[in-house]
Each structure stands twice: as C-alpha cells, then as structure tokens.
C-alpha cells in the first residue's frame, strides 16, 4: 500500500546515471520543468515517470525551493535552484572585466577589486597600466585589513562587531564621504583611493581602487580620482 510501480531503474533519458534511484529521477524532474513550464502530465511524458513517482519528487523539490508551481499549476524551476546556479558563476568578477579597464585607462594608473576574507583582503580582479611606474597587486594577493585604502573601505562598511584597526572616527567620516584614501600605508611610496561596491541588497561587497606612486597620486588622491572612482563602483553595481 503507498507504494507506486515505478521500476528501479533510472529512466533512460537520465544522462549521466548515478545508480541512485531517487536522485536521478529527481534530476530528472528538475531538468523536465527546467526545460518548459510543465503540467504533471507533461514531467510524467518528459522522465518517463509514473504520475505518481513524478508527483511525490516534484512536490518534494518543490518543498525545498528546486522546484515551484505557478498561477497556472504549473511546474517552474524554484528561488533555491536559481540561487545555486548564481552560485556558480561570480558576476562581480565578471563584471570587473568590463569597468576596471576603462578606469584604468581615466586615471592611468592601477586598479583592482578586493574583498575581504576574514582578517585579509583578497584582490580579486585587476588592471594595470601596460607600461611605466606602477604598483601591481597580483590577482588572488592577500593583503592585511591594517592599512591601505581597500582595508578601510571594507572595514567601514563591514560587520559591527568586528575588531579594526582604525578608529570609529576614521570609518565614521569614510562613509560620510564614501571613499577613502591613504598615502604609504600599505607600502612607502605607494598612495591610493577606494570606494565601496554594493551588491543589489545595498551591502557593500567589494572595494575598488586606484593605486600608484605618490609623485603622481599625491598625497591626497581622493581629491583627484573620487569622483571617477565612484562612477566606476556605481558602474559594477549596475551590471552585477
């Protein structure tokens, strides 16, 4: 009693098999409502399924968010399964691709993307000038969240609870004026100005900046590059 005669085995659209009955029917009915807005009729002729078998997966995914009926009853990929595929592909990085190289070729000097990891921040895209004085930072370097512009960007916007290294009088004024600068801190000779990038909840993710050789940044770069580097941070949270 309960029990539906669905045969063991998977059904021979299932490419690749796993051996694993239930899984490989419920990818089964995943990539069936994936495919087209499906009606139970329409998963049960797409897998091969008996209606019963296909009716006790979908609901099942559907409880976990893969899979969702619509105004119509029908079958449609679900919220969790679109945010596992998000998951896969990192649009910030992506998008880097598209806005760092315009800002480099503004302020010609170099420009990366950090985000913080724990007690680092991780460069995580950038682009440098093709040739003369520069201050490169190798994509996936790990830098201290103790100096530098990027760190205080990060450390501004970041988790309250936090330790940081910099007075709440400093992070206080860089989100009032929502960029922040600093000249040989991470590294003598070096200056360099970062602003926050925001994800569409409006969380701040990442940092981009400018960096280059104080003789050409100044001392105060932010009063030279803040407003294209804001741009260029308004111009990834756009695309991402």
């Known amino acids: ?6 045969p063991t085995d998977a059904p021979e659209s299932l490419t690749p098999v796993s051996g694993i009955g239930v899984l490989d029917k419920s990818v089964a009915v995943l990539r069936a409502a ?11 002729g ?21 899979l969702t009926r619509d105004g119509d009853g029908l079958w449609r990929p679900g919220s969790a399964l679109r945010e596992l595929a998000a998951s896969t592909a990192d649009a910030l990085i992506d998008t880097a691709a598209m806005v760092l190289p315009r800002l480099r070729e503004i302020t010609g ?7 913080r990891e724990g007690d680092h921040r991780v460069c995580i895209a950038a682009a440098e000038p093709p040739s003369g004085l520069r201050d490169t930072v ?8 103790t100096a530098g512009s990027g760190a205080k960007v990060l450390a501004a916007w970041g988790d309250p609870r936090s330790e940081s290294s910099f007075s709440e009088r400093t992070l206080a004024d ?15 000779g070096v200056a360099s100005v970062s602003a926050p990038v925001r994800n569409p909840r409006g969380e701040v993710v990442a940092a ?3 960096s280059g050789p104080i003789d050409r940044m100044g001392r105060r770069p932010g009063a030279r590059w803040a407003a294209d580097l804001l741009q260029a941070a308004e111009a990834l949270q756009r695309r991402i």
């Open 1 to 6: 009693m309960g029990h539906d005669t669905a």
């Open 34 to 44: 994936a495919a087209e807005p499906a009606t139970l009729a329409d998963l049960c």
């Open 46 to 66: 797409r897998t091969g399924l008996p209606r019963a078998t296909a009716h006790r997966l979908a609901v099942g995914l559907e409880l976990h968010g893969l």
């Open 109 to 115: 000097e170099s420009v990366q993307l950090y985000r």
């Open 138 to 145: 190798p994509v996936g370097s790990r830098l201290p969240m």
């Open 174 to 188: 860089i989100r009032k004026r929502g960029w922040a600068q600093s000249a040989g801190e991470r590294e003598s």
């Open 208 to 210: 981009i900046s400018v």
